[in-house]
Nanobody
Framework: QVQLVESGGGLVQAGGSLRLSCAAS????????MGWFRQAPGKEREFVGA????????DYADSVKGRFTISRDNAKATMYLQMNGLKPEDTGVYYC?????????????WGQGTQVTVSS
């Protein structure tokens, strides 16, 4: 069993930056795909972005394109989400997730989430 642990959330002013981390409990953990999701109060969880861990390609929601960047340090089994130009609408709990087989519909592992609050 693998655990994913997010960190790096906090309170930031609009226009600021934060970097979230998602560390896997097992250094040898090698999923096909990892992703970031977020959930704002009273809203459903939404996709933020994902990385194909095999070729490093990334995909982002339109709402964060050009502002957020996903990266991964394989040696540390850690994924990052660099968030720049933050807006109040980026506020929410951010979750990382991992999918063992890229073509599976659902993610297999989820973190506990980290709160991001952007003040106007």
């Amino acid at each position: 069993q693998v655990q994913l642990v997010e960190s790096g959330g906090g309170l930031v002013q609009a226009g600021g930056s934060l970097r979230l981390s998602c560390a896997a409990s097992r250094r040898t953990f090698s999923p096909d795909q990892m992703g970031w999701f977020r959930q704002a109060p009273g809203k459903e969880r939404e996709f933020v972005g994902a990385m194909n861990c095999r070729d490093g390609s990334t995909d982002y929601a339109d709402s964060v394109k050009g502002r957020f960047t996903i990266s991964r340090d394989n040696a540390k089994a850690t994924m990052y989400l660099q968030m720049n130009g933050l807006k109040p609408e980026d506020t929410g709990v951010y979750y990382c997730a991992a999918k063992l087989i890229r073509w599976n519909a659902k993610y297999d592992y989820w973190g506990q989430g980290t709160q991001v609050t952007v003040s106007s």
